[in-house]
């Protein structure tokens, strides 16, 4: 199984921009499925972006596309979630989850698709 750990997170003015990394560790990042999650103050946590184990194919909520960009890099372990034009709609911890696929191509959006989750990250986000 893979260990996740999320990092990059921070204090940041509107109109700024974060990069967050999910490290993977435990077994070989390349054979798994990755995605990004949210959960706001006072909200459940929700989708925000995915990618298969190819990074050719990826799929975003609505209220990120255009600022958010998902990646991975297969030979360093570590999947990214580069933000920009952040709002302050934005701040939550962010998560990064991850499941075991045997196809290149697929990719999940809803969170009991994902089997390993890392801690989170706190985004801050001021007006």
């Known amino acids: 199984q893979v260990q996740l750990h999320e990092s990059g997170g921070g204090l940041v003015q509107a109109g700024s921009s974060l990069k967050l990394s999910c490290a993977a560790s435990?077994?070989?990042?390349?054979?798994?499925?990755m995605g990004w999650f949210r959960q706001g103050p006072g909200k459940e946590r929700e989708f925000v972006a995915a990618?298969?184990?190819?990074?050719?194919?990826?799929y975003y909520a609505d209220f990120v596309k255009g600022r958010f960009i998902i990646s991975r890099d297969n030979a360093k372990n570590t999947g990214y979630l580069q933000m920009n034009s952040l709002k302050p709609e934005d701040t939550a911890v962010y998560y990064c989850?991850?499941?075991?696929?045997?196809?290149?191509?697929?990719?999940?959006?809803?969170?009991?698709?994902?089997?390993?989750w890392g801690q989170g990250t706190q985004v801050t986000v001021s007006s």
């Open positions: 435990g077994d070989t990042f390349s054979n798994y499925a």
């Open positions: 990618t298969s184990r190819s990074v050719g194919n990826a």
């Open positions: 989850a991850s499941r075991w696929v045997n196809t290149i191509w697929d990719l999940f959006t809803t969170i009991g698709e994902y089997d390993y």
